[in-house]
C-alpha cells in the first residue's frame, strides 16, 4: 500500500485548508485511514480516522467540530476537510492505515503504512 498526502500550505488563522491522501494498492473502501500530525518538537498526534467498512469516523478533542475526514472510494483518496484553523494546528500532517485492527485506534504504532507528510502552517 502507497500513500501520498498533499494539500498542505501557508494560512492565516480562520483559513480553510483540505488535505487528501491518495492511496494505491489497495482500495480505501476496505480500508481503515487515519490522519496523524507532528508539530518541531512534539511527538506524532492522531487527529482523525475513518472507517473502513463504514462511514464512521473519529476525532481528537482538538480538532473535533473544526475538521471532517471523508473518502472517495472512487477517487480512492481520503480527505480531511480542515476550517477555522489555528496557529495550534501548524504541523506536518500524515495519512496512514493500519494492516489490521480499529479505526479508533489512536496509536501510531497500530499504523503499518503512511503517506509522506504535508506542511500546514497557520499565521497568527
Known amino acids: 500500500v502507497q500513500l501520498q498526502a498533499s494539500g498542505g500550505g501557508l494560512v492565516q488563522a480562520g483559513g480553510t485548508l483540505r488535505l487528501s491522501c491518495a492511496a494505491s494498492g489497495r482500495t480505501v473502501s476496505n480500508m481503515h485511514m487515519a490522519w496523524f500530525r507532528q508539530a518541531p518538537g512534539k511527538e506524532r498526534e492522531f487527529v482523525a480516522s475513518?472507517?473502513?467498512?463504514?462511514?464512521?469516523?473519529y476525532y481528537a478533542a482538538s480538532v473535533r467540530g473544526r475538521f471532517t475526514i471523508s473518502r472517495d472510494n472512487v477517487e480512492n483518496a481520503v480527505y480531511l476537510q480542515m476550517n477555522s484553523l489555528k496557529p495550534e494546528d501548524t504541523a506536518v500532517y500524515y495519512c496512514a492505515a493500519p494492516e489490521v485492527g480499529s479505526y479508533v485506534n489512536t496509536s501510531p504504532r497500530a499504523y503499518d503504512y503512511w503517506g509522506q507528510g504535508t506542511q500546514v502552517t497557520v499565521s497568527s
Open positions: 475513518i472507517s473502513g467498512t463504514t462511514t464512521s469516523t
